[in-house]
């Protein structure tokens, strides 16, 4: 079976001969863009850069997917956002918020032609050719919730949720039109899988305002978008899983805040789980001792795709990451032999 194979087979948490590895957000580590030769600012802004950073997800750390959207901004740049696009060792930022929160407030109908969305479209395409018979290629879109922050400044925003939650879901169903035009546009680029990004997460977001605001735009997502999603959410999220199990999406992208006990718990047994390993203990400072004991407990408790659980810091030494790849192949080869 192919990495591909097994990647979309296991987020449906399908029979595979091993566990899936990889991660639905940046893998990108200022090492890892000194082996390639390619940096940011560039990748964010050129096809074949962005393309060829992202490639070495798979050729060079050996996880089953690539994705080349590593920053956070892609739409909120293409609706007229100010951005830093950031260095080698920056991720990128929004310089401004961009518009204000009222009647008014539309979504451009040309963003998808600007070139923060139209290179990532383009170098989903050239992975697709290069290397999606072997890999799964996934694209990103955010939630309407992170890109309200973006857009409007997450002060702003969050002040409104409670103010004035009749104009907020006014701007949420709004900005619905972003993220379904944006997958739809990934898809026909080549993407197999899409992340969801949202960051509602519970200091940003209570769990009654995400079943108010957000539980019929993520069910809606995931009924207009034609691929396998994966909902990618930061921070402790045990609040919200029940809510997040029932709207359909197949996979879930989780922080290592929750546990993978408690995750693969609350996630029951047909939403498949990604990631959840910690970024600062295990991506970043992490020892061959402290990985392998990772591994193998991500292994215990049946997360599907083994990887890290939000962008990678980029100080991180890209070393770990291929640690882990290759000890999720291994060990969980060896473990399906052994329980036969
Ligand atoms: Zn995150």
Not at 118 to 126: F, S
Not at 204 to 216: G, W
Not at 286 to 306: A, C, H, M, W, Y
């Amino acid at each position: 079976m192919k990495p591909r194979d097994i990647f979309l087979t296991k987020l449906r948490r399908g029979a595979t001969p091993r566990v899936g590895t990889g991660s639905a957000t940046s893998i990108v580590t200022a090492d890892l863009m000194d082996k390639v030769g390619v940096y940011f600012p560039d990748a964010h802004l050129d096809a074949e850069k962005m393309a060829r950073l992202a490639e070495a997800g798979y050729t060079e750390l050996g996880f089953d997917n690539v994705m080349p959207l590593f920053g956070v901004w892609h739409e909120a740049a293409a609706m007229g956002c100010e951005m830093d696009w950031g260095d080698r060792n920056h991720m990128p930022d929004g310089k401004t918020v961009c518009d204000t929160i009222d009647e008014e407030f539309h979504v451009p109908e040309d963003f998808l032609n600007h070139p923060a969305c139209a290179v990532p479209l383009k170098a989903l395409k050239l992975l697709k050719q290069r290397v999606g018979n072997d890999v799964a290629v996934v694209g990103k879109v955010f939630g309407p919730w992170t890109l309200a922050y973006h857009i409007f400044g997450v002060e702003e925003f969050l002040m409104s949720t409670l103010l004035e939650p009749d104009a907020v879901k006014r701007i949420l169903r709004e900005l619905i039109k972003v993220p379904i035009a944006f997958a739809k546009a990934q898809i026909e680029s080549g993407a197999d899988a899409l992340t969801l990004a949202d960051h509602c997460t519970r200091d940003l977001c209570s769990p009654d305002a995400y079943k108010d605001f957000l539980f019929d735009i993520h069910s809606e997502l995931h009924e207009s978008i034609p691929c396998p999603l994966i909902l990618h959410i930061c921070g402790d999220t045990s609040d919200r899983l029940k809510y997040i199990r029932e709207t359909g999406i197949d996979c879930f992208h989780f922080d290592s805040k929750i546990g993978c006990t408690n995750a693969r718990e609350l996630a029951g047994e047909t939403l498949a789980l990604m990631g959840g390993t910690s970024n600062m203990r295990i991506v970043k400072d992490g020892t061959p001792e402290t990985i392998t004991n990772d591994v193998e407990e991500k292994l215990r408790q049946g997360i599907d795709v083994v990887g890290p659980e939000c962008a990678v810091p980029l100080d991180a030494p890209y070393k770990n990451l291929k640690m882990i790849a290759e000890l999720t192949k291994k060990l969980s080869i060896e473990k399906i032999a052994a329980e036969k």
